[in-house]
C-alpha cells in the first residue's frame, strides 16, 4: 500500500500537501502544550509511558523479524515436515487477533511456561537448591512482548518469503555453478537483492508495531496508552488526555514513516546507480 510522504516527480499535485497540514498542526498542538498547565501536565503523564513503548516495539520488533526469518528458510526447506510445520505456524497465528494472541499469551501461556518450568526442575526444588517460579515472576511487559513477538512474526516470515523468491532462479543456478554454499548464496546473492523487496513492508510493519503496542495497555502495561488511561480515569479530562495520546501516536508513527521511505528512496538510487 503506497503511503507517500516525500515528493515524487514533477507531476501537479504530487507533493505532500497533507504532511504541512499535519506539521502546522502538530506544531499548534506543541504550543498549547507548552503555554497550558492542563495540556502539559497530561502530556508530562502520558509521556513517561513512552519509553516503555518504545521498549515494547523495539524488543518485539527485532524478535518477531528473526524469528519470521527463521519460520520463511523453513517454510522454503527441502523437508516436507519443515514446510508443513511452518505453513501451519503461519495460517494459525495470522488467524488469531493480536489481542486474543495477548491475552492468551499472558493468561494461558505464561501459566504454563511457569508449570513445565517447576516441573523439570523438580529435583532441584526438592533439594533446596532453587526456589519455585510462580506466574507473578513473568512480567506482564515480557508476556506483552511475547505475544507481539509471535503476532507479528508469522506476517514478516510471507514478507521474507515472498521477498527470497522474487529473486531470479538464475541467480541462483549461477551461484551454484560458482561452488557457492547454501549458505553463501543466500548470504551473498539472494538476501542483499530481497532486502529490497522485503524493505517496504517490513517497514510498515514496523510503524504498524508502534500503534499495536496500545494493546499491552490491557495488561496494565505502563506504556503511553496505559498512561493516559489512568490519568483520564482520575481526573476526568478525557478530552484533553486522548487528544495527547493520539497526538504522541501520530508524532511517532508519521515521523517514522517519513525516515523509512527517506531511507527507502535512498535505496532505490543506490540501486538504479
Not at 499535519?22 to 503555554?35: G, K, N
Amino acid at each position: 500500500m503506497a503511503f507517500q510522504t516525500l515528493p515524487q516527480g514533477n507531476e501537479k499535485g504530487d507533493r505532500p500537501w497533507w504532511l504541512v497540514t499535519f506539521l502546522i498542526l502538530a506544531i499548534s498542538l506543541a504550543a498549547v502544550i507548552f503555554f497550558s498547565d492542563l495540556y502539559a501536565q497530561v502530556f508530562n503523564t502520558v509521556a513517561k509511558g513512552l519509553w516503555v513503548t518504545i521498549f515494547v516495539t523495539l524488543v518485539g520488533f527485532a524478535l518477531a523479524t528473526a524469528l519470521g526469518l527463521l519460520i520463511a528458510l523453513l517454510g522454503m526447506s527441502d523437508s516436507v515436515v519443515l514446510r508443513q510445520i511452518a505453513r501451519f505456524y503461519v495460517e494459525v497465528v495470522r488467524g488469531i487477533p493480536i489481542l486474543v494472541l495477548l491475552f492468551y499469551i499472558a493468561f494461558v501461556g505464561a501459566p504454563a511456561f511457569v508449570a513445565l518450568y517447576n516441573l523439570l526442575t523438580t529435583p532441584l526444588i526438592s533439594a533446596g537448591l532453587t526456589d519455585p517460579m510462580v506466574v507473578r515472576d513473568v512480567s506482564l511487559m515480557w508476556r506483552a512482548v511475547i505475544a507481539l513477538t509471535i503476532g507479528y512474526s508469522a506476517f514478516i516470515a510471507e514478507i521474507f518469503r515472498a521477498g527470497i523468491q522474487s529473486i531470479d532462479k538464475g541467480q541462483i543456478e549461477a551461484a551454484k555453478a560458482l561452488g557457492l554454499s547454501r549458505s553463501q548464496r543466500f548470504r551473498l546473492v539472494v538476501f542483499p537483492q530481497a532486502i529490497r523487496v522485503i524493505f517496504p513492508p517490513l517497514s510498515n510493519d514496523f510503524v504498524a508495531m508502534v500503534k499495536d503496542s496500545s494493546l499491552v495497555s490491557v495488561l496494565g502495561v505502563a506504556d503511553i496508552t496505559q498512561m493516559g488511561k489512568v490519568y483520564a480515569s482520575g481526573s476526568f479530562r478525557f478530552f484533553e488526555t486522548y487528544s495527547i495520546v493520539a497526538y504522541v501516536y501520530l508524532v511517532l508513527t508519521i515521523g517514522l514513516s517519513i525516515l523509512l521511505r527517506g531511507f527507502e528512496k535512498r535505496m532505490r538510487t543506490r540501486t538504479r546507480n
